[in-house]
T-cell receptor
Framework: NAGVTQTPKFQVLKTGQSMTLQCAQD?????MYWYRQDPGMGLRLIYY???????DKGEVPNGYNVSRLNKREFSLRLESAAPSQTSVYFC????????????FGEGSWLTVV | AQSVTQPDIHITVSEGASLELRCNYSYGATPYLFWYVQSPGQGLQLLLKYFSGDTLVQGIKGFEAEFKRSQSSFNLRKPSVHWSDAAEYFC??????????FGGGTRLMVKP
């Protein structure tokens, strides 16, 4: 029972490099999310996709782009990585948007040097 | 402004002792409230949630939480802590924009 799967688990980038975090869920959920986790700040929403074909900005979208490839997959792209983007990134999904339980992947540790 | 406050950044308890983790929220309507637990190097696992009804909510692993509207609180409790409960705990609430907003987390350490 995979749930939410994200790759890669660990990545080191140089400043200015680009990369894409991949996420897939097998729960037939309509809504998907990308969060980042920084010490003492909990998790903050970067972008979300309330349903297939839609994406919207969350609390901290600057420096990121997303693609909802299909109902299962939701990717996060860093076009030009900065040290401030060093963080742990979590993909998540829920049955529908707003008021539902959100299920999380295991996280991707990203370091930008 | 942050919608969820967890006043205790770190808490240490002895194994077998009782535990209470505090959570306060700021939201005018009836909130949807959650507690998640994160073990080191892992994702977040849902412990319990409150949407409506009975204000005392039972969760997994022997945890419970009580919603108190008058105090804007949703504190997490466990009567007897086990060493395996050592983890970081996050309270979360849906805000007015339908986004799930997290507190800063409380790291629990358990002494043998």
């Amino acid at each position: 029972n995979a749930g939410v799967t994200q790759t890669p688990k660990f990545q080191v980038l140089k400043t200015g490099q680009s990369m894409t975090l991949q996420c897939a869920q097998d729960m037939n959920h309509n809504s998907m999310y990308w969060y980042r986790q920084d010490p003492g700040m909990g998790l903050r929403l970067i972008y979300y996709s309330a349903s297939e074909g839609t994406t919207d900005k969350g609390e901290v979208p600057n420096g990121y782009n997303v693609s909802r490839l299909n109902k299962r997959e939701f990717s996060l792209r860093l076009e030009s990585a900065a040290p401030s983007q060093t963080s742990v990134y979590f993909c998540a999904s829920s049955e529908t948007y707003g008021g539902n339980t959100i299920y999380f992947g295991e996280g991707s540790w990203l370091t930008v040097v | 402004a942050q919608s969820v406050t967890q006043p205790d950044i770190h808490i240490t308890v002895s194994e077998g002792a009782s535990l209470e983790l505090r959570c306060n929220y700021s939201y005018g309507a009836t909130p949807y409230l959650f507690w998640y637990v994160q073990s080191p190097g892992q994702g977040l696992q849902l412990l319990l949630k409150y949407f409506s009804g009975d204000t005392l909510v039972q969760g997994i692993k022997g945890f419970e939480a009580e919603f108190k509207r008058s105090q804007s609180s949703f504190n997490l409790r466990k009567p007897s802590v086990h060493w395996s409960d050592a983890a970081e705990y996050f309270c979360a609430v849906y805000n007015a924009g339908n986004m799930l907003t997290f507190g800063g987390g409380t790291r629990l350490m358990v002494k043998p």
